[in-house]
């Protein structure tokens, strides 16, 4: 599929300004990156502007417990913001702050599949850049697309094989007891 990145207000759009520049500004990173709904052209009014901040691991670890309380502060302030946050349902800032490192995490078997496919999508795959001071985005996306070795995709495709068989099998044995919002939860 090919997306085009659409703010669908005007305040997404100077949102997202004020959020580029605000971390620009004040830390040192390596990406601002429009992420999910608008970056895909898929969202409205009432849609959050999902934004993911990339910033290299060693500097993340220095910087990272900073980013949060800043953020809090300032966005307290920003009439951009605000303004944001008052034309819809959902429309506020929601952040995630990367270091870009992706590893699968280790599983249990009543745990289910886990989001290492969609953590990669969204930011290497779909994501926008809104400003980029290096490579480290591009050395990522050379890294890990198309996706990952054949052997991490194997297993990766048997682990979630075995949770769906694992969760459908499950289901008529709830239904018989009466427990129907486990099976739902299963399903």
Known sequence: MNYQMQYPTKEHEKAAEEVTRFFTNNFRIDSVLLVNSCARGMATSDSCLDIAILVKPDLFEKQ?????????????????????????????VHLNFTDGVFTPPERDEVGGPDYFEVSI??????????????HYWEDLQQEWLPFY???????RLAMVRMYCLKDLNHIPLYIERNLFFQSFDRL
């Open 64 to 92: 990272s417990g900073r980013f949060e309380s800043a953020w809090e502060r300032f966005q307290e302030k920003s009439e951009v913001i605000h303004d944001l946050k008052a034309i819809g349902k959902y429309s506020e």
């Open 121 to 134: 999508g969204n930011l290497l795959v779909f994501a926008h850049p809104l400003w980029n001071s290096g």
């Open 149 to 155: 070795s054949e052997p991490l995709r194997k297993e």
